[in-house]
């Protein structure tokens, strides 16, 4: 319960952005691509995303959580204009680079996930204000996470990691709030 709300008043500012009319996507396909801004593409069990949803230029909000991915495809560098990303609660054992192309990223969610290694390029993600990864198996932090200029919110609660390492991702990230479970010492 704590959780959730600290979670919710670290990330309130890109929840409006989150839950502004959000289309389903039966009633999106239905309706003219360029007037859907947020969609909402949770728990349909996708295992790949299908190329209808490519048509959707336009969108500001995606939500792909609790699906069955394993990979994002190249076509979602067609989203250059979005801001607000959930893929939480998929199949990913990967950071996707395909999401280091979408320069107006805000909000990314990758929680509970299989990620294990965050790639250099994720500097590329300038805009980049709130990066959840909570709940997933990361051995190697990249630098790009360190070279983020606008992060503000890192959630890495339940990531296994040391002291050492807990002290220096905070010094490093002196500008960011940190959720972050206490470390094991038996990592050091």
Request: aromatic fraction near 8%.
């Amino acid at each position: 319960m704590l959780r959730q709300l600290c979670l919710l008043l670290l990330f309130s500012n890109c929840t409006l952005l989150a839950n502004a009319q959000a289309v389903k996507w039966q009633d999106a396909l239905q309706m003219d691509p360029a007037s859907v801004n947020s969609l909402d593409c949770s728990g349909l069990k996708w295992d790949s995303l299908p190329a209808a949803l490519f048509k959707f230029v336009w969108l500001d909000s995606l939500d792909l959580s609790n699906n069955k991915l394993t990979f994002l495809p190249d076509e979602m560098q067609v989203f250059t204009t979005l801001k607000h990303l959930k893929i939480g609660k998929n199949k990913l054992d990967h950071f996707p680079l395909v999401l280091c192309q979408l320069p107006s990223l805000a909000y990314l969610s990758l929680e509970r996930n299989e990620l294990r290694i965050l790639p250099d390029q994720m500097s590329s993600l300038t805009q980049l204000q709130t990066l959840d990864l909570y709940g997933n198996a990361i051995e190697q932090f990249g630098e790009g996470i360190f070279l983020l200029p606008d992060l503000r919110v890192l959630n890495i609660e339940g990531v296994m990691y040391g002291t050492i390492f807990a002290k220096q991702l905070l010094a490093r990230l002196p500008q960011t709030k940190v959720l972050i479970d206490p470390p094991c010492k038996c990592l050091d």
